[in-house]
């Protein structure tokens, strides 16, 4: 009778033990979570301290978020069949954004945080634009190229 109450007991903790889901929380004073098809973006705000482990299979971070941002590599469509430039960079002011193609009225620029809020978007007008940094805060910032809701090239923007 013992044995069969152990096997029927360590069945049943086996079956709970399995039906548990994990899935991350957070417990903060602010903070939020966004996804689309191209990026994931969450934010916290009251992390003391954070810290990564990685694995070869799992990550851990202690904290949730990493208060550093490193940008890893930027966006270029390898067949592009134009040029696309921007200077100069780093800025204070202004960048220009150049375009050299014939179908340069049918695209767009969006300019990012590194947060991934959208702070300016535009249609090119002509082949060089002026894009005014002025108003933006001293940091990092996305300028993405885009025609046909395709990506093309991105490029990061320091301000100074």
Same mark, same amino acid.
């Given at each position: *009778?013992?044995?069969? *109450?152990? /096997?029927?007991?360590?069945?049943?903790?086996?079956?709970?033990?399995n039906? +548990?889901?994990?899935?991350? +929380?957070? =417990?903060? %004073?602010?903070g939020d979570s966004f996804n689309n098809t191209s990026y994931q973006l969450d934010w916290s705000i009251g992390e003391l301290q954070t810290e990564t482990f990685a694995g070869s299979q799992n990550t851990l971070t202690q904290g949730f978020h990493q208060g550093t941002y490193t940008i %890893? &590599?930027?966006? $270029? #469509?390898?067949?592009? $069949?134009? /040029?696309?430039? =921007?200077?100069? #960079?780093? %800025? !204070? $002011?202004f960048i220009m954004l150049k375009v050299e193609s014939e179908k340069f009225n049918e695209m767009?620029? /969006? =300019? !990012?945080?590194? !947060?991934?809020?959208i702070l300016e978007t535009g249609k090119l007008i002509n082949e060089t634009e002026q894009? #005014?940094? %002025?108003?933006?805060? =001293?940091? &990092?910032?996305?300028v993405t190229i885009s025609q046909n809701n395709q990506l093309l090239k991105s490029f990061q923007i320091i301000k100074n």
């Open positions: *009778m013992r044995k069969l *109450m152990f /096997t029927i007991s360590l069945g049943l903790a086996i079956h709970i033990a039906a +548990q889901s994990v899935s991350p +929380q957070l =417990v903060s %004073t602010a %890893t &590599s930027i966006h $270029e #469509n390898p067949l592009l $069949e134009f /040029t696309i430039t =921007v200077f100069p #960079n780093p %800025t !204070t $002011e767009f620029y /969006t =300019v !990012t945080d590194l !947060t991934g809020k894009i #005014n940094f %002025t108003h933006y805060a =001293v940091g &990092s910032y996305i």
